[in-house]
Nanobody
Framework: QVQLVESGGGLVQAGGSLRLSCAAS????????MGWYRQAPGKQRELVAI???????NYANSVKGRFTISRDNAKNTVYLQMNSLKPEDAAVYYC???????????????????WGQGSLVTVSS
């Protein structure tokens, strides 16, 4: 019912920048929250940054001042601008959305949590 398609991962040197994008599509009535999580090898998935429909943001302490999350509500898209990247930022980054979706059977709406396919970010030292 809702799909998230990510783009923008890749390889960058320490100190460099990358921008991740994530576009949501499907039977969306409203997206409440969009954000980014990451998972490094051998570690649990952790929150990187989230943004609400009212543009309130929350960041992990480890990325504050270096990463910026933003969203384009008209495009149902969220971005993550990552600057001053460090080797410890290397991970698979997952887009996340909590959306109110239109039910195709019987009408009505349902809150749904959706994940993107993951984007690999590699930071060389």
């Amino acid at each position: 019912q809702v799909q998230l398609v990510e783009s923008g991962g890749g390889l960058v040197q320490a100190g460099g920048s990358l921008r991740l994008s994530c576009a949501a599509s499907g039977s969306i009535k409203r997206i409440n929250v969009m954000g980014w999580y990451r998972q490094a090898p051998g570690k649990q998935r952790e929150l990187v940054a989230i943004v609400t429909g009212g543009d309130s943001t929350n960041y992990a302490n480890s990325v504050k001042g270096r990463f910026t999350i933003s969203r384009d509500n008209a495009k149902n898209t969220v971005y993550l601008q990552m600057n001053s990247l460090k080797p410890e930022d290397a991970a698979v980054y997952y887009c996340y959305a909590e959306a109110l979706v239109v039910l195709t059977m019987g009408g009505g709406y349902k809150n749904l949590e959706v994940w993107g396919q993951g984007s690999l970010v590699t930071v060389s030292s």
